[in-house]
């Protein structure tokens, strides 16, 4: 019996440190403490099923969406629609200009750039479940390179100001639903 | 992202025995805690704790989909036996006369594709969570 009271103790200690935490991180092991004290309670109640349940799913599974899920945040996704010579977002060539201010603004927020070519057709599997977050979308029209980014986007703005020193540039703003997710 | 050796390590050690563990669980569904869910989802944070040292295990997503399509027919199938046996849907196919030793198959076979039907699909699922982004 004390266990049991010892256990609940600790249930609602960690139940609230998980509420109160700022570090995602440490949120998610937190989270997947309170799993394991949750799957002991649940063993004492005489429900060992369930308990089997619950320390897989809860320690290993949902934390581990958890950790993919903020791993994944720090991303900054760019859709390239120019021609293949076009050497705007290469890396290597001196002519990379967009690469050049993509990469400090990047470097400013601490965010990973991801460059991806615009693909028509998306047969892969991948695919069905695919609502995708674009970030930025890269086009060019009229000798003059176009950066499509969405209106509700904070840092949007900081990024327009940046690009204010390159005169082909132009930085547009489009609502929520236009852009090509 | 760099990985510590520790952690490399542990995950190597502990592959077997959880997997091992999983087969364990489906197997004695019938008499102990446990069953073909449980030890599904063990089966598969078995393979899934490797995703944290090395990103890119499971290549062919399509043959999992089509082996989780399969391992669900399967059940139906065996869940159909029982139609012809004994003119009842999803019940033992064994008759009620007979000893326990045969009628237990019943719940071996399905808690067995049950476990193979979960396990393929928790490791789609968090497969197709990882490739979004990228």
Known sequence: MNTIIFLQTLLIIVALTVTFLKDNFRMVIFFSVFSLICSSLYFF??????????????????????????????????????????????????????????????????????????????????GVFRVRNVDL????????????????????????????????????????????? | MKTSEILKSMCKVLFPFVSMFGLYVIINGHISPG??????????????????????????????????????LTIILIGGISLFTRGEFFTNFIPIGSSIVYKRIFLIALNFFIGIKVATGLITIISTFIEEGE
């Open chain 2, 35 to 72: 069953g073909g869910f449980q030890g599904g989802a063990i089966l598969a944070t078995a393979i899934l704790i490797t995703y944290i040292i090395e990103l890119d295990i499971v290549e062919n997503l399509t043959l999992l989909i089509r082996i989780e399509k399969y391992a669900f």
């Open chain 1, 45 to 126: 109640y005489m429900a060992p099923d369930l308990a089997l349940a619950e320390v897989t799913i809860g320690s290993a599974i949902v934390p581990l969406i958890f950790i993919i899920a903020i791993s994944k945040q720090r991303g900054f996704v760019i859709i390239n629609d120019l021609e293949k010579d076009d050497d705007f977002l290469s890396k290597e060539s001196e002519k990379g200009i967009g690469y050049k201010l993509l990469s400090e603004f990047a470097e400013l927020y601490k965010l990973n750039l991801v460059i991806e070519d615009y693909e028509d057709e998306d047969d892969t599997i991948f």
């Open chain 1, 137 to 181: 979308f890269v086009s060019k029209k009229h000798g003059k390179y176009l950066l499509e980014g969405k209106s509700t986007n904070i840092i949007m703005n900081k990024l327009a100001q940046m690009a204010k020193d390159y005169p082909e540039i132009d930085v547009v703003f489009v609502a929520e639903e236009e852009t090509d997710d």
